[in-house]
């Protein structure tokens, strides 16, 4: 079956840019579906930051992190990234990647607590 | 935005009775094609969230069939009909008519009695 799996950095350092890896298993990540990101602090909801649509390279990204935010996709890999500019305390959160918002495939990945601290 | 409102945001229930979770959308969810892009998601404590119901009223493999979706336009229900230890847990609804962004409900905090 499909797996995700999150990798990177658990402490970044404010302002600085914050960049998390998410290796797909048991699919090509290159034949259909959206990836995307969800994240949450601790304790609260979840947010939507952003999906990429495979067969078509197209993006979209939550307008309130937009101008900080890139996803991309590394086909040779099967993995999609994500990357977070200027990071506060507020981005303090554990991270997702998952097949949203994909009808046909639901999946996530376990998650990963990133910390955004000095 | 499209604003997604639960309720109620705690739900204590006592085992094998019925649960309810309402879900309000600040405007109407359906779709030019036809379809409700509204979906619900479980997350067990200390795990990841999962989809239970998508459009509305389809539920994901492996989901048992004590749970159930309805609702359109812009109130949509969750119904547990007797309820479970392993129902424990937080339960989101989402919308994904209107994106992006994609919204997310406060989240509804389900615990047995």
């Known amino acids: 079956q499909v797996q995700l799996q999150e990798s990177g950095p658990g402490l970044v350092k404010p302002s600085e840019t914050l960049s998390l890896t998410c290796t797909v298993s048991g699919y090509s990540i290159s034949s259909d579906y959206f990836w995307g990101w969800i994240r949450q602090p601790p304790g609260k909801g979840l947010e939507w930051i952003g999906s990429?649509?495979?067969?078509?390279?197209?993006?979209y990204y939550n307008p309130s992190l937009k101008s900080r935010v890139t996803i991309s996709v590394d086909t040779s890999k099967n993995q999609f990234s994500l990357r977070l500019n200027s990071v506060t305390a507020a981005d303090t959160a554990v991270y997702y990647c998952t097949s949203i918002p994909s009808d046909a495939l639901d999946v996530w990945g376990q998650g990963t607590l990133v910390t955004v601290s000095s | 935005d499209v604003v997604m409102t639960q309720s109620p945001l705690s739900l204590p229930v006592t085992l094998g009775q019925p649960a309810s979770i309402s879900c309000r959308s600040s405007?109407?969810?359906?779709?030019?094609?036809?379809?409700?892009?509204l979906n619900w998601f479980q997350q067990r404590p200390g795990q990841s969230p999962r989809r239970l119901i998508y459009k509305v009223s389809n539920r994901d493999s492996g989901v048992p069939d004590r749970f159930s979706g309805s609702g359109s336009g812009t109130d949509f229900t969750l119904k547990i009909s007797r309820v479970e230890a392993e129902d424990v847990g937080v339960y989101y609804c989402?919308?994904?008519?209107?994106?992006?962004?994609?919204?997310f409900g406060q989240g509804t905090r389900l615990e047995i009695k």
């Open positions: 405007q109407s969810l359906a779709y030019s094609d036809g379809n409700t892009y």
């Open positions: 989402m919308q994904g008519t209107h994106w992006p962004p994609i919204t």
């Open positions: 990429i649509y495979r067969s078509s390279g197209s993006t």
